[in-house]
């Protein structure tokens, strides 16, 4: 059975940083996409960065030049680095990576990390 395990997240200043990371356990050994996905009350889950097989980095326009994602030398883990958060940073965190089996594509979430931005 696959499983996403997240950690990282919590209460920051604005300003501040956190990093948030996922690992997946499992019996697949090569994720085709990576990435955090991210929802606050009352709004719909949104795609806040990923990263594809090849290095292909995609983010939000809200996140650009203050998160950086990346992914181990093995590609089995998904880091989120997060500077000069802010308020509207706050949400549930979700790890997301998919996977192909021939041409069909499965995908996973993790159960979701707190990230809450608050003087």
């Known amino acids: 059975q696959v499983q996403l395990v997240e950690s990282g997240g919590g209460l920051v200043q604005p300003g501040g940083s956190l990093r948030l990371s996922c690992v997946p356990s499992?019996?697949?050994?090569?994720?085709?996409?990576m990435g955090w996905y991210r929802q606050s009350p009352g709004k719909q889950r949104e795609l806040v960065a990923s990263i594809r097989t090849g290095g292909y980095i995609s983010y939000t326009d809200s996140v650009k030049g203050r998160f950086t994602i990346s992914r181990d030398n093995a590609g089995n883990t998904v880091n989120l680095q997060m500077n000069n958060l802010k308020p509207e940073d706050t949400a549930v965190y979700y790890c997301?990576?998919?996977?192909?089996?021939?041409?069909?594509?499965?995908?996973?979430w993790g159960q979701g990390t707190q990230v809450t931005v608050s003087s």
């Open positions: 997301n990576a998919g996977v192909y089996s021939g041409p069909y594509y499965t995908a996973y």
């Open positions: 499992g019996n697949i050994l090569s994720w085709y996409t």
